[in-house]
């Protein structure tokens, strides 16, 4: 399985931040977001990753990122020339998978909690297709999967008027290499956009669809509009400071996942411009 980052879009709601610079490469408290939903891919076990982003966006992403070997991994990049629709990023990544299934993240979510990195593994080897449900007290907002009295899942809306379930669907998906076809055969919805709920209504009907509910000890965060994005620095500030450890840290997870040894791992450190995070990846080797 690869993984997709989708981080196309123009930002409409974060601007006038947004007219010169993508969304997701602004700052969450101490790090770009594109940070976080790489980490949760690299988490997943992703060592080859896709990063969609808009037409005019793709160098400031590769300059960030690179191909990736700093972090053990591969990185890659394509773009989307408009913003038709989550599920338009599988047929855009379609030579990319080659064949493979496909972990799509989107590039404004944030997901932390313990236990987080058994969830991503257990989806990504799972068959057919599968999504996390977070409850949500404002579940109209949102694709909201409804779920019968076994825990099965029965329908999936996206942004009902009057939502049946407070499941809403997070911005993290897991499908096998039938998801190109797929999402190629969804029809655009009224808003004109190839919905991923579509997509995900398929695998539903052939019963191929597993919901994992995330828990109190998980925290999703959406950073799409400033007062999101503010709360989601502030989240991030908080454990940090608090624990002493950093969130969505590329060079500390590609370390510990063994993708990069200890020798690398100085190197980063000591290349750091910022003296505060180089000693923080100096202080792992202790």
């Known amino acids: 399985m690869k993984g997709i980052i989708l981080a196309g879009g123009v930002g409409t709601r974060l601007d006038p931040m947004t007219r010169v610079v993508s969304k997701h490469l602004l700052p969450v408290y101490d790090k770009p977001m594109v940070y976080y939903p790489l980490t949760l891919l690299m988490l997943a076990g992703m060592r080859d990753i896709l990063v969609i982003s808009a037409p005019d966006q793709a ?39 080659d064949g493979d299934g496909a972990a799509l993240a989107l590039g404004d979510n944030i997901l932390y909690g313990g236990g987080l990195s058994g969830l991503l593994t257990k989806a990504a080897g799972n068959d057919g297709a599968t999504i996390f449900g ?57 808003r004109g956009e190839r919905e991923i709920t579509s ?24 950073a799409g509009t400033p007062e999101d994005l503010h709360e989601a620095a502030a989240f991030v500030r908080t454990i940090e400071k608090r624990q002493g450890f950093k969130i969505a840290c590329p060079e500390e997870v590609a370390y510990r996942l063994g993708y990069i040894d200890r020798d690398n791992l100085a190197q980063l450190a000591a290349d750091a411009p910022n003296r505060e995070y180089g000693a923080y990846l100096s202080s792992l080797l202790r």
Do not use: C
């Open 59 to 97: 160098g400031n992403f590769e300059h960030l990122l690179g191909d990736g070997s700093a972090f053990g991994i591969r990185i890659s990049y394509l773009t989307q020339a408009a913003p038709d629709g989550i599920a338009q990023a599988f047929p855009i990544a379609e030579r990319f998978l």
């Open 199 to 222: 997509v995900i209504g398929v695998y539903l009907k052939q019963s191929r669809l597993t919901v994992e509910t995330l828990g109190r000890g998980i925290a999703w965060l959406d």
């Open 134 to 190: 977070y409850p949500v007290h404002d579940p109209e907002r949102f694709g909201v999967v409804t779920l019968d009295e076994h825990g099965a899942p029965m329908r999936i809306e996206e942004k009902p008027e009057s939502p049946e379930s407070n499941l809403a669907v997070v911005g993290l998906y897991f499908f096998d290499a039938d998801v190109v076809d797929i999402a190629r055969s969804v029809q655009p919805s009224d």
